[in-house]
């Protein structure tokens, strides 16, 4: 019997996939698609993201992130990162890696999706599959989690993400967050000749309907050959519980609050390791509370960022406030950071 069945084979996936590798467990991804994937994501690693990658061995280029600015078209405030840099790196790269690394760490790929699950008490099975625990690792949306009834409501407006590549070489080492009173920009650098640029909002439209409030960074690349617009959400993913028996949620299958501060793959790569953990331990129940406690900081400031800059009068004070007290600021961005 396998020990450990992975659905789902982004980064989530083929990180828990290589820390139960590593941990000598016969291990197995089952996903549809082939090679790097492509994905709306704006690309930064938060410092903390970039040192578990480094714990799994795994290099991807890109460029370093050395903090985060916020602008507003009058203002401009930077925090740099006090533990580390970060890293801008292409989803492209940054699958790769991850997927050469799980290859050469001995785990197999089976290329299908995975259906109905079955579980009892010592084993979950997926089709012709059999394992003793499954990681579902299957995405924002994640199927697993709505068949076993494990996902929840969301109130309040629904936002989106769209990405769009710039071919320009970067001009900052900060994530910059442009805020504009109905979305926000931030722009990640990724590589010597490429600029992400993300725009989040719950108002509907398309990039360019979106960017003309941001007319800054706007005239900086107007012209420049971009590659092709990448969306999703909406990104508020409410969920009961990580655990249904032998199945463990991981990455954004496991809840998602909104990419406003570069949440998401570093609570993955975390999250990972510790699914693994309860794994080898055979204590699946231990998850639920380990996820929580590691997640907590970087749910509750995304939360009430997103909160606060919900109501236009506050918004509209997040940079001013930032800028006259640098400080604070500074702290908030590192207790993200590390
Ligand atoms: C607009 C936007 C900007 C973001 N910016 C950042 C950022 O700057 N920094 C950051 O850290 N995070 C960011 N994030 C979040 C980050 O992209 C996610 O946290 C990360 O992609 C989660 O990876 P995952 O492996 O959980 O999911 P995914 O990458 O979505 O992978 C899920 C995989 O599951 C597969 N799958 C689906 N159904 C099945 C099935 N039935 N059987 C088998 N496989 C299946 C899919 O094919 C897919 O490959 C952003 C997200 C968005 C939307």
Redesign the pocket.
């Known amino acids: 019997m396998i020990d450990l069945l992975v ?9 828990t996939a290589l820390h139960g590798a590593r941990a000598g467990l016969e291990v197995v991804v ?4 082939r090679g790097p ?1 492509d ?8 410092p903390h ?1 970039v040192r578990q990658l480094e714990r799994l061995g795994v290099a991807a280029h890109g460029k370093p992130l050395r903090g985060i600015s916020y602008l507003d078209g009058h203002r401009q405030v930077s925090a740099p990162f006090r533990s580390g840099t970060g890293r ?1 790196v292409r ?1 492209t790269a940054l ?1 790769a890696a991850l997927l050469d690394a799980a290859t050469g760490a001995g785990v197999r790929f089976v290329h ?4 109905e699950l079955t579980q009892d008490s010592t084993s979950v099975r997926a089709g012709d599959l059999r394992a003793r625990y499954l990681a579902a ?8 989690r709505r068949s076993l009834g494990l996902a929840l409501p969301c109130g309040g407006p629904r936002r ?4 769009r590549h710039m071919q320009i070489a970067p001009w900052t080492d900060h ?1 910059e967050v442009h805020w504009a009173p109905g979305a926000e920009a ?1 722009v ?1 650098p990724v590589a010597d000749d490429c600029v992400g640029i ?3 909002t719950s108002h509907k439209g398309g990039f360019d309907s979106h960017f003309g409030d941001f007319d800054a960074l706007k005239d900086r690349v107007h012209g420049l050959p971009h590659g092709p617009d ?4 909406p ?1 508020r993913q409410k969920v009961r519980s990580r655990t249904a028996g032998r199945v463990l949620l ?5 809840g ?1 609050v909104d ?1 406003l501060t ?7 790569f975390g999250a990972a390791e510790l699914l693994v953990g309860c794994v080898i331990a055979d204590r699946p129940a231990d998850y639920e509370h380990q996820w929580r406690k590691m997640s907590r900081r970087y749910r509750l400031l995304t939360a009430g960022l997103l909160k606060a800059s919900a109501y236009a009068p506050v918004r509209s004070r997040i940079v001013p406030a930032a800028a006259a007290l640098p400080k604070i600021f500074a702290t908030m961005v590192n207790q993200l950071a590390e």
Do not use: N, Q
């Open positions: 659905a789902g084979g982004g980064p989530a996936g083929l990180a089952v996903e549809p698609r994937i994905k709306a994501c704006g690309e930064g690693l938060m993201a801008g989803r699958h299908e999706a995975v259906g690792a299957d995405g924002l949306h994640s199927p697993i989106f993400g769209i990405r994530v931030y990640t993300t725009i989040l990448r969306a999703a959400g990104l991981v990455g954004d299958a496991a998602y990419a570069g949440e998401g793959l570093g609570i993955a």
